[in-house]
């Protein structure tokens, strides 16, 4: 099968994220798949990583100057209005078409996806939340299906096999991810450390993303700074996850994290918002907890519910594991999508 994946975004992220790790799988599985994307940009590096046939989307391309190889199916992920007249052209083609929605779409991406959508064969959503907003703005549900998030567990499979040691391990390591500059959320999370350490010291925090002096002169200010590492971005975050015990998200926005994934399928207890999207993912005491958004002392209680219960953070952790491959492994995904592939074209013919 011959499969086209339009990446309409250059910068690192869950669309990203997603139409390389399965076309990396689907290509194992002998389907010929381009990605196509900026040749200036993280999609290009990646997909070369993972020698994928890739398509310039240069200039003329975006000027809907551009031929496409054959191909049975097209995926699109994420949206740029900028780019219109490609995408007029892309959609003219009778070439079936999926959409891939890994985050909440913006109201020009709604709006474009209504005046385009006879020409949709699907759009998946990788939450119910995401389904909900689109046919909540009045977009046919019969055309929306929920796909749960991917993940190459193979990456992140070496954490889950240290954390029983990673348990008796003092002190505990609390971390944070962030992948863009967002001084209010850290600044949420220092103050939830400031308060944890108030009632044990035996713990640690990591905070993983873009450095800001900021975040540092804080903690100094606050006297936490030798329990706060500060580590900038990592590239071994598998290693990372692997001696964290905790993984805590702060973020107000509906944005769904890469980093919670991994964590999940890093076999560490998540801790999130009560925001959507985010709590799509977990089942509160079973998959992970979720604390009230913005609410510092249920943030606050939660983690030291988990500490002073190290059999219940355990259980939590295992059952992340098991719940990420159950439900985000690569392997399993692309074969689903295979199956859609084949719906498709039967209904296509």
């Not at 190459?152 to 003092?170: D, G, N």
């Not at 994290?257 to 079973?286: F, N, Q, T, W």
């Amino acid at each position: 099968m011959n499969i086209i994946k339009i990446l309409n975004i250059s910068s690192n992220s869950s669309e990203v994220y997603s139409a390389v790790s399965s076309a990396a799988y689907l290509s194992k599985r002998g389907h010929n798949v381009y990605i196509a994307g900026e040749k200036k940009s993280y999609v290009r590096e990646t997909a070369a990583k993972n020698k994928l046939n890739f398509i310039d989307l240069n200039i003329y391309s975006k000027l809907g100057f551009f031929k496409f190889p054959d191909c049975d199916i097209i995926e699109m992920y994420g949206y740029d209005k900028l780019n219109s007249f490609f995408l007029n052209k892309v959609f003219s083609l009778k070439t079936p078409k999926i959409l891939r929605l890994t985050s909440f779409p913006s109201q020009d991406f709604i709006e474009f996806i209504k005046k385009k959508i006879d020409s949709i064969s699907l759009i998946t959503a990788s939450v119910q939340s995401i389904k909900d907003e689109l046919v909540f703005s009045e977009i046919n549900p019969e055309k929306i299906t929920v796909l749960n998030p991917i993940l190459v567990m193979t990456r992140w499979e070496s954490a889950k096999q240290i954390k029983p040691a990673t348990f008796l391990q003092r002190p505990y390591r609390i971390a944070t991810v962030y992948r863009k500059k967002d001084f209010e959320t850290i600044k949420f999370f220092l103050t939830v450390a400031r308060e944890v350490l108030k009632s044990n010291q035996n713990i640690n925090f990591l905070i993983v993303g873009p450095k800001d002096d900021k975040i540092r002169d804080l903690a100094r200010e606050w006297q936490i700074s030798h329990k706060v590492d500060i580590l900038g971005w990592r590239e071994d975050m598998p290693e990372v996850m692997a001696m964290t015990h905790i993984y805590v998200k702060c973020d107000f926005s509906p944005k769904i994290p890469r980093s919670l994934i991994e964590a999940m399928g890093s076999s560490v207890v998540c801790l999130v918002s009560h925001v959507k999207g985010i709590s799509d993912l977990v089942i509160s005491d079973y998959n992970g907890v979720i604390a009230n958004t913005r609410d510092v002392g249920s943030y606050v209680k939660n983690i030291l519910s988990l500490i002073n219960e190290p059999f219940k953070m355990q259980t939590i952790s295992n059952t992340a594991y098991n719940y990420a491959k159950a439900n985000f492994d690569a392997e399993i995904s692309v074969k689903v999508d295979e199956l859609i592939y084949e719906n498709i074209l039967m209904e296509y013919k």
